[in-house]
């Protein structure tokens, strides 16, 4: 039997709600205890194998962010006292890109810029707060136009604009952290900035609200000594803190919403009880260390400023019946993967379908994540620079060839001088039609045009006249552009 990290295991669900709120799109927060209740007290606290299945505890919907922590504060001090050790996940960003601490507070790392947030950040009984005006007056380290956008207010506010700034990651930071970048890359649905405030989807207000509320709940006297924050206070690893907090992200899971039941609540209860299920079978431990395709500089980054989502790099772990799955993770008897000496991720097949077929994926949002999950894991890309590696990734999940990879050559500069050129209007030349259609026409920043010359009437005779294909006909039209 494994032994467990934790005993209890929180999600909430965060919401920067400018009035008081109940029900779909607030806040809510699930408790599961891996263990049935009156357990604990016949074994160790930090020792052991699970008695019952993870079952449901509490279950809440506080209206405001201030009775919220006041809730969560509570429930985290109980759980100490009776001696079981809790993960407690929150859904919103805990960090900033790389540099970001450094142009606000003149100090480096998360600390201080989550002290400063909380200096600045105010919140009233019924959700009162001065977000947009904080994040305002923080764009002023910019000099002109700063990273933060997004003003939802009828009001006009300094230094806050309504639409997004231009010169992210030129004379702005990044416009997501690592994580989101990752996540995206691996075939994750488009990131949500940090530096949005408004919009749908938007999670910039939940983080800034959402930060300072970690720290009041840090600071709490019955917790203060017992809580670390992953990754910035324990490093990428397993923590050992008696209360470990988190960022997470429960669309990462898949949900089952019980009749009449919000997808909100739905969502931390099926996150809560996943992190149950594995950490049960030893395989929430290595989620801790994050993903293997981090780069030492990037693992530097995320435990200094940015953090990490718990969970993202590891889709199989967080979507697929855990009955397949060993608590080294390894793959079924026969089935080749990693533990089979080949080098190759495990290939896993689902065992609870009727004897004789496969069970198949069926959420197009997972097919699709793991689709590029596998071609990143592939393909043998670690002697690039970061941004090569996303473009040989996208080239490999284009044809489902890994072996492209080897063969890409990249002079020094060239992702830099596409972005320049895409982002300057220049157009885009394909040498055949399948190409052209595949291009994502709404990803291209200035409207790009499209460009393929195989079915251009003077390709057939100009090909004759130089004696060669008409696909180097074709390429040869595109001379004059």
């Given at each position: 039997?494994?032994v467990?990290l ?16 109940r ?14 209740e ?34 969560i ?35 480096v790392?998360?600390?201080p ?14 959700n ?5 005006a ?12 700063g ?7 009828k ?7 309504r ?5 992210y ?14 996540q ?14 408004a919009?749908a ?9 959402g ?18 924050v ?22 990462l ?23 149950a ?41 967080m979507?697929?019946d ?12 026969g089935?080749p993967?990693?533990?089979q ?10 065992s ?8 198949y ?30 473009v ?18 990249f ?14 209007g ?10 052209a259609?595949g291009?994502?026409?709404r ?31 074709a390429?040869e ?5």
């Amino acid at each position: 039997m494994s032994v467990a990290l934790f005993d209890s295991y929180l999600v909430v669900d965060w919401s920067a709600a400018g009035a008081p709120k109940r029900g779909k799109d607030s806040i809510w927060f699930a408790l599961i205890r891996g263990e049935r209740e009156g357990a604990q007290e016949s074994r160790p606290r930090s020792a052991g194998p699970r008695v019952d299945g993870p079952s449901l505890q509490r279950l809440e919907n506080p209206s405001t962010r201030i009775e919220a922590i006041r809730l969560i504060a509570d429930l985290l001090a109980e759980e100490r006292a009776a001696g079981r050790r809790v993960l407690a996940g929150f859904d919103f960003p805990f960090g900033y890109p790389t540099g970001v601490a450094k142009q606000i507070t003149g100090d480096v790392g998360w600390a201080p810029l989550w002290r400063r947030l909380s200096d600045d950040i105010t919140e009233g009984d019924a959700n009162q707060t001065n977000r947009l005006a904080v994040a305002g007056a923080l764009n002023g380290a910019w000099g002109g136009d700063g990273p933060f956008w997004g003003n939802g207010a009828k009001a006009e506010i300094d230094g806050l604009g309504r639409k997004k700034p231009q010169g992210y990651g030129e004379a702005l930071p990044s416009e997501f952290r690592i994580v989101e970048r990752i996540q995206h890359a691996a075939g994750g649905p488009r990131p949500k900035s940090v530096w949005q405030l408004a919009g749908a989807g938007a999670v910039g207000s939940q983080a800034l609200t959402g930060v300072p509320a970690l720290q009041r709940l840090r600071a709490d006297p019955r917790l203060a000594d017992a809580v670390q924050v992953w990754p910035f206070e324990t490093g990428l690893a397993p923590p050992r803190a008696e209360i470990c907090i988190a960022e997470v992200y429960p669309s990462l899971c898949a949900i089952e919403q019980r009749p009449g039941e919000p997808k909100d609540a739905a969502q931390v209860r099926a996150t809560a009880t996943r992190f149950a299920e594995l950490d049960a079978r030893g395989l929430l431990r290595p989620i801790f260390a994050g993903p293997d395709t981090l780069s030492a500089d990037e693992r530097r980054r995320v435990v200094a400023e940015e953090a990490w989502i718990l969970g993202v790099g590891f889709l199989r772990e967080m979507r697929e019946d855990l009955s397949v799955l060993s608590a080294r993770g390894a793959p079924p008897a026969g089935v080749p993967g990693k533990g089979q000496g080949d080098g190759r991720p495990a290939l896993r097949l689902v065992s609870s379908a009727p004897k004789g077929r496969l069970r198949y994926e069926r959420d197009p949002e997972a097919i699709y994540a793991e689709s590029f999950a596998t071609a990143r894991r592939e393909a043998r890309v670690g002697h690039m620079p970061p941004q090569m590696v996303e473009v040989a990734v996208r080239m490999v999940h284009a044809c489902g060839i890994p072996e492209i990879a080897d063969r890409l050559a990249f002079s020094t500069g060239a992702w830099e001088a596409g972005r320049a050129a895409l982002r300057a209007g220049h157009p885009v030349f394909c040498d055949c039609e399948m190409v052209a259609s595949g291009i994502i026409r709404r990803a291209l920043p200035a409207g790009n045009e499209v460009i393929w010359t195989l079915n251009d009437p003077r390709t057939p005779d100009l090909a004759k006249d130089i004696g060669n294909t008409r696909s180097a006909a074709a390429v040869e039209l595109w001379g004059p552009r």
